[in-house]
């Protein structure tokens, strides 16, 4: 998680859901900081958090504390579950040395539900934001992104729409990961589900 206190808002590393280039644009070039090896309820050493079973960056259960300590709000984006499930997978095969099947990497449900980060979202009148209309919801939602500008976003990484097109993305797997995930579908808009 990325906090800027002065600007209000605490953002939320949803996995695979334009994480990095996100937080690379706003520790670079909107001040915030990284805040939750801290404070997570876990071992900062191995930057692990037990409560969420997730990587530090990834972490919500210390949003509460912070958010109503701090006056501040949390933002995440989201992402289509079938992309975002295949991008996991992608992910882990090539850094991870992840050798099971699609099918086994859905149903270990690697990567946490998106509706944790949503709820949090919610919970503190927070802003969620969806990958395929990212800048266009960004500068909707996000004071800051106004005030600050979206242009120092990196062309190079910039989200980019991914596709449904992939040989593992069948009939089955996408029934597959709406299963497992069913419960990242209740928020998302309708051109997604």
């Known amino acids: 998680m990325l906090m800027n206190f002065e600007l209000g808002w605490a953002w939320l590393h949803n996995p695979k859901a334009a994480g990095i280039s996100v937080s690379t644009w706003l520790n670079s070039y909107m001040g915030f900081e990284p805040i939750v090896p801290l404070v997570c309820e876990g071992d900062p050493k191995s930057l692990w958090c037990y409560r969420c079973s997730t990587l530090s960056r990834h972490c919500w259960c210390v949003v509460d504390k912070l958010c109503d300590s701090y006056a501040i709000k949390p933002f995440c984006v989201v992402r289509d579950p079938v992309l975002r499930t295949l991008s996991g997978y992608l992910y882990y095969l090539e ?13 270990e449900l690697i990567l946490p539900a998106q509706a944790n980060y949503v709820e949090v979202c919610l919970q ?5 934001l969806h990958l395929d209309n990212l800048e266009n919801e960004a500068h909707e939602h996000l004071d800051f992104v106004t005030r600050l500008g979206w242009n120092h976003f990196p062309e190079s990484t ?32 309708e051109y997604i589900k």
Do not use: M, N
Not at 95 to 107: A, I, L, M, N, R
Not at 159 to 185: M, N, R
């Open 95 to 107: 850094t991870q040395s992840y050798t099971k099947s699609f099918e086994s990497f859905v149903t």
């Open 124 to 128: 503190h009148d927070g802003a969620i």
């Open 158 to 189: 910039r989200p980019h729409k991914a596709s449904l097109t992939h040989p593992w993305i069948t009939t089955e797997t996408i029934a597959l990961v709406q299963h497992y995930y069913s419960v990242d579908y209740g928020y998302l808009p």
